[in-house]
Every structure is written in C-alpha cells, then in structure tokens.
C-alpha cells in the first residue's frame, strides 16, 4: 500500500516526465540500427522511472559484449544522466519527505551509470 502512495507522488512530483525523457532518448536513439540496444535500454529505464516504488534492480551476469556496450554508454553520455539523478537525490535527501525520492533517484542513478546486465525485479 506505501508503495502505492509513494508511486502515485512520484508520478505527480515529476516521476512523469523523468520518465518520458527517458522514453524520448529511447526513440531517438532507436532510429539508427546501432542505437537500438541502447533505445532497449532507455525504454527499460523509462518503465523503471514511471512507477519505482516497490521495484529493484539486480544485478545479472555481464558478459564481454555487456561490458563493452555499458562502456560506450558511459563514454556517450550515461555518467552524465548518472550525476543528474545523483544531483535531484542529494537535493531530495535535504528534506525528510524527500528521502523517499532520493532513493528512488540513487537507484535510478545507479541503472543510469551501466544499464546492460541490469535486471528489474518488483
């Protein structure tokens, strides 16, 4: 039920567009046949930012080719998405009604830095 609260703020305080910024990245990065694994990955984060609450990410076995690509993401800008969400959950963790949020942003910020190999898991 707290899960569900906190959602439905999330969604409200700005969970909405974190969300379909991550899903515009998502299409755009899905118009070249090299950026769809990427656009994948986008998408994923998208769903993941709409509705954090009661969700976690799990860590998967990475292979050499998901090592490779999270190391393209970060060079190509995933440390930068990274440090945003880092930045909101540091701001967020001022307040004590922000703390809620800024773990949902710490781990946003931590699927931002290396997105392939990550799991969701409710």
């Known amino acids: 039920m707290l899960s569900l609260i906190g959602n439905i703020l ?4 700005g969970g909405f ?3 379909v910024e991550w899903f515009v990245a998502g299409l755009i990065m899905c118009v070249t046949i090299i950026g769809i694994p990427f656009g994948i990955q ?3 984060i998208a769903a993941f930012a709409l509705w954090p609450f009661g969700r976690n990410i799990r860590r998967g076995t990475t292979g050499a080719g998901k090592l490779l690509l999270n190391l393209i993401w970060i060079l190509f ?16 963790a001022i307040t004590i009604v922000g703390i809620p ?6 781990k946003l910020a931590g699927i931002a830095l ?3 190999g990550a799991v969701i898991v409710a």
Do not use: D, E, R
Request: proline letters at 3%; zero cysteines; glycine letters at 8%.
């Open 10 to 13: 999330w969604v409200i305080l």
């Open 17 to 19: 567009w974190t969300a």
């Open 42 to 44: 986008s998408f994923k």
């Open 77 to 92: 800008g995933g440390w930068y998405i990274a440090l945003g969400h880092l930045a909101a959950a540091l701001l967020l």
């Open 101 to 106: 949020f800024a773990v949902q942003h710490f």
């Open 114 to 116: 290396a997105p392939f």
